[in-house]
């Protein structure tokens, strides 16, 4: 986990002139409005991504949720430094409420690129297929929903666009 966390802001935080950005917005994601009470959701996606490594008993089921992991962050590390890509934010928002506060000590940390692919929303689909594994249809079927919320969440964040989501 510590040496995942160093290579996603090591790469995150690099500089990468502003022009050799690729642009992934459409008209549809301008259009989505900025709803900062989505945040809690967006956020959510940690714990989330965590259930796997305590509901999987069987160690084969582990080693598999391990390996979705490390592929997923992977692919996205690799995305994320050789096709570096922005998204437009609201940065400078006011910070009353706990979602706006979040939202400002994350854009604080993680800087406004390198959101091609969502890994929240990578992350978020072996999850549901864990907890399908492990609980069956009707709880992998909220944790379905959930992970929809989460993707969701993103967008009316403004922490991704629809391809980064689509993709991810």
């Known amino acids: 986990l510590l040496v995942w966390l160093a290579l996603y802001f090591i790469i995150n935080r690099r500089s990468v002139d502003p022009q050799h950005r690729l642009d992934m917005g ?28 305590f509901i999987l008993q069987q160690t084969q089921q582990f080693y598999w949720s391990l390996a979705n992991f490390i592929f997923i962050s992977l692919v996205s590390g690799l ?14 928002m006011d910070t009353g409420g706990v979602n706006r506060k ?14 091609f692919p969502s ?10 297929g864990a907890i399908f594994m492990v609980a069956g249809p009707l709880i992998g079927s909220l944790a379905l929903a959930w992970a929809v919320l989460i993707a ?6 403004k922490q991704h666009y629809i391809w980064d989501v689509l993709v991810g």
């Open 119 to 128: 890994m929240h929303v990578a992350l978020s689909v072996p999850v549901v």
């Open 152 to 157: 969701l969440s993103t967008l009316f964040t």
């Open 79 to 92: 995305f994320h430094a050789f096709l570096p890509s922005k998204v437009e934010r609201v940065e400078d």
């Open 26 to 53: 459409t008209d549809l994601d301008r259009r989505i409005p900025f709803v900062p009470q989505m945040g809690l959701v967006y956020f959510s996606t940690y714990p989330f991504v965590f259930l796997p490594f």
């Open 102 to 115: 979040m939202l400002h000590w994350f854009q604080r940390l993680a800087a406004p690129h390198g959101n």
